[in-house]
């Protein structure tokens, strides 16, 4: 059995779990903190029960990411009809509440360890990429846009520090034999040589993201699993397309690379 530490970076997990509810299920599908964490297990189970690879076991879970903001800012949008645009409370918003919940899901999670980063102290509004893109498209006009097209960026501090020291404790101390790091970021590309260098099998786990070529080169393979798949088993919702590559009804990987 070779033991297996899987890695995950939260906010990138976060995007692309969120991506493929919203693409395939509708915006109306809220995930519940208890799901996500039944998710990020499935998609663990899979990584070490691949048919592809020699049999593993887990060695430990480690998720990456920030505490949620605790502070109140304002909206950046005046909703018509008011003179003003009002606040956003994170403490009450929905989906820092749901990451708060998640975290502490997983500190009471056996075999994982919940990696927390620092915020830094100021943070921004940005457009969020699918509202760019119909604005881009034609789709729809500036003045159509409310609040719910932004979203609140703080930056993220400690978080990739701490993701690439403990792929290199794990490596220099050889307590694994297989890294799976679920990430679309070329900052871990130093890590991940040391890690093949000491002789550490190390599997990408991009989650159907394009990645830069720096990245997947360093890697000695690249393994992603059907999400749809696992968030319809999960939730039990209806979908609202069906995506194009699935065949047949058993719940299976899809590989987009792999490496000999």
């Given amino acids: ?30 995930l519940s903190a208890e799901q996500l964490a039944q998710i990020i297990k499935i998609v663990a189970r899979h990584h070490l029960e691949d048919e592809r690879s020699p049999c593993r076991e887990l060695y430990r879970i480690y998720f990456y990411d920030c505490p949620p903001p605790s502070n109140q800012v304002r909206l950046p949008v005046i909703p018509h009809g008011h ?28 075999k994982t360890a919940l990696r927390l980063g620092e915020l830094g102290k100021n943070g921004e509004w940005q457009l969020n990429t699918h509202s760019l893109k119909a604005l881009l498209n034609g789709q729809r006009e500036w003045c159509d846009l409310t609040n719910d097209d932004f979203h609140y960026r703080v930056e993220q501090k400690i978080v990739d520090t701490k993701l690439g020291m403990d792929i290199t404790v794990l490596a220099l101390e050889k ?58 088993r999960v939730t039990d919702a209806e979908l609202i397309q069906q995506p194009e590559w699935w065949s047949g009804e058993q719940l299976v990987g899809r590989v987009r690379t792999q490496k000999i």
């Fill in 175 to 232: 307590l694994v034999d297989v890294i799976v790091l679920m990430a679309g970021d070329s900052d871990f590309v130093p890590a991940a040589k040391l890690a093949r260098m000491k002789g550490i099998d190390f599997v990408l786990d991009p989650m159907w993201a394009n990645t830069t070529e720096s990245l997947s080169e360093h890697v000695d393979g690249v393994r992603s699993f059907d999400l749809v798949r696992i968030l319809q």
């Fill in 83 to 110: 003179k003003t645009s009002g606040y956003l409370n994170f403490n009450t918003h929905s989906p820092y509440l749901l990451r708060r919940n998640l975290h502490a899901h997983l500190k009471a999670s056996r």
């Fill in 1 to 30: 059995m070779k033991r297996t530490a899987i890695l995950i970076d939260g906010g990138f997990f976060f995007q692309r779990v969120m991506f493929f509810t919203r693409k395939f299920f509708g915006r109306s599908l809220m």
